[in-house]
Each structure stands twice: as C-alpha cells, then as structure tokens.
C-alpha cells in the first residue's frame, strides 16, 4: 500500500528566528510530504516573508507560500493555508515547531497499518526558554475512539496530528469563534468522526513560550473562553454514555472555578475569591486539598498588598 499524501502546514508570524528550522524540518524528511504551505500572517518585524519566498523558489513545487495581507490571527492563517491543501492528509505546525526526520513515515505507516483511524498523534518533545526538551506525555495514551478522552479536556495535540484532509474539511477546518482553543475544538470534532492512532515516541519538537497567546490574556477572559468550550464540548459530547458526560462536566467545571477564583484575585476581590472557595468545598469537599492552596494563595497575595 503506498503511503498517503501529507501535506505539512506551517503557520508564521515574526518567526524568522525558527522559521528556517521549521521548513528545514519539514524538507528534511525520510518520506517526503507532498506539499509544504507557508502561511505568513503578515510579519513586519523581520525578514519572514523573504524567507519563505526564497524556499519557494529553491523548492519549486514542494514549498509554497502563502502571504496574508493583513494580520488575521491564527485560526484565519491556518484556514487559508487548509484551502490550499492538495494532499489526502494534513498536519498543522507553528513557525517555531521542529518535526523529527521520521514525522511524515511515522505517521504514515501507522495510518497505513490502521485503515478505520483516519487520525494519527504522537508523543511530543517540549522545549523550554533554556533549550531544555522532555516528552511530553510520560505514559501511554489511548488509540481507537478517544471522544471522551479528548472532551475531559486532552489539549496540545493539533500540532503532533496527522488528520484525514476530507475530515477536516467535513470538521469546518479551525473554528474562528474559538480564537485560543481552536485547535482543541478541531481536535475533539475530528474525534466525534474518526478513530485515533497513538504514536508512543516523540516525532516532533514544541516550543514552550511564557507569553503565547492563550498564556497572555487575563484569567477572566480565559474563563470565558472555557465557558464557551464547555458548552461546545458538551454538544459534541451529547450522545456519549451519561457517566462520561457527568466525568467531563466535572473536569471543565473545576478547571473554570479555579479560572474565577483566580480572576477574582487578579481583581483584588478577596470576598469574591472566598466565596469561590467555599462553594468549591461544599460542591466537592474531595477538593478540599486543592481548596486550601487556594487560601494559602489568598493569605500569601494579602500579605504581599499589606
């Protein structure tokens, strides 16, 4: 059986840093992919854009670019480049990811050798700021139908995927109404329509960044982009066994308590942050553990602003 067309996406934005290593990667491959797009989403603070036009012409039919005339965010880049797409399947990466040399054969095989899974993901090495990487996932994660693994709240998988082209599309590609989460919720439709594969060894490198862009807004905000979640995981999840519904219910609620609890002490609202607590406690007295860090962070936070 010959091996499916992969078509390697990579996103840009004031990356040149990366950027060539992120190319370079995806070139590099012991099975090569079919097509590598180059979506810059309108870099000004560096030469990006040259970059990417000089792999395009020594790679002529292999790396295409892709220039956005204005700055549209990630979901919007990475959609544009997906209608671009002319391979069977598709992987999505950042300008500052690095894939292994086996990414493409790797993932390929293992879609080869499971013909119902129409999605493959793999374990993953994180870097930190000092260049420091580890695997991400240190035990094994599932294969087969992965809905409720995924709906409890499984993130970071997009960029070490491998998905069906006709199945993303059939998804709505990456939904726009989810600016930070977009790759989670694409993810977890994906799932709804497809079994999984789990590739156990890292094949591709993630950076870790303090400030990336779900990482840099307010706690309140990301509670509200988790209530917007919840309620699209929820609807994805409907016809899933109640007992799994009543287990992610639990696990997106406790993750948005601690979200409202933290943005109350962002605020300055003590009362607010107490009355968090409290009502976690009655809720659930099993996260009385949890409750009490909560107090020791209230306690630590006042004696700082006394």
């Not at 603070?45 to 395009?56: L, N, P």
């Not at 293992?110 to 993953?124: D, E, F, I, Q, T």
């Not at 977009?182 to 497809?194: E, H, M, P, V």
């Not at 807004?217 to 609807?235: H, Y």
Request: some cysteine; hydrophobic content about 40%.
């Amino acid at each position: 059986m010959l091996p499916p067309r992969v078509s390697l996406i990579i996103t840009s934005y004031n990356q040149q840093g990366y950027l060539r290593e992120a190319i370079d990667s995806a070139i590099e491959q012991t099975v090569a992919a079919f097509e590598i797009i180059v979506a810059d989403d309108h870099s000004t603070k560096d030469g990006s854009i040259e970059t990417i036009r000089q792999y395009a012409a020594q790679y002529p039919g292999l790396v295409h670019g892709l220039f956005q005339e204005r700055n549209v965010g990630i979901p919007k880049n990475r959609n544009s480049a997906l209608r671009m797409v002319r391979g069977d399947y598709v992987a999505i990466l950042d300008g500052d990811d690095r894939l292994l040399p086996s990414f493409v054969e790797r993932h390929g095989a293992a879609l080869a050798a499971n013909p119902s899974a129409h999605v493959s993901y793999s374990n993953r090495y994180d870097i930190n700021q000092f260049g420091e990487r580890r695997r991400h996932d240190r035990g094994p994660q599932p294969s087969g139908d992965v809905l409720a693994y995924i709906a409890r709240g499984r993130k970071g998988i997009l960029r070490s995927m491998v998905a069906k082209y006709d199945l993303v599309k059939a998804a709505g590609f990456l939904d726009e109404n989810h600016y930070h989460y977009d790759g989670f919720i694409l993810t977890l439709r994906l799932a709804k329509l497809t079994p999984f594969v789990y590739l156990p060894d890292p094949l591709m490198e993630k950076r870790e960044h303090a400030g990336g862009t779900s990482k840099g807004i307010s706690f309140s905000e990301k509670e509200r982009c988790f209530q917007d979640v919840l309620a699209e995981v929820m609807r994805i999840a409907v016809d899933l066994p109640e007992k799994d519904k009543r287990a992610i219910s639990k696990e997106w609620f406790a993750k948005i308590s601690e979200l409202y609890f933290k943005a109350k002490m962002e605020e300055g609202d003590w009362l607010g942050a107490w009355k968090e607590i409290a009502r976690r406690v009655v809720s659930d007295p099993r996260r009385l553990k949890a409750s009490l860090k909560m107090v020791r962070d209230i306690l630590s936070r006042a004696g700082r602003t006394s």
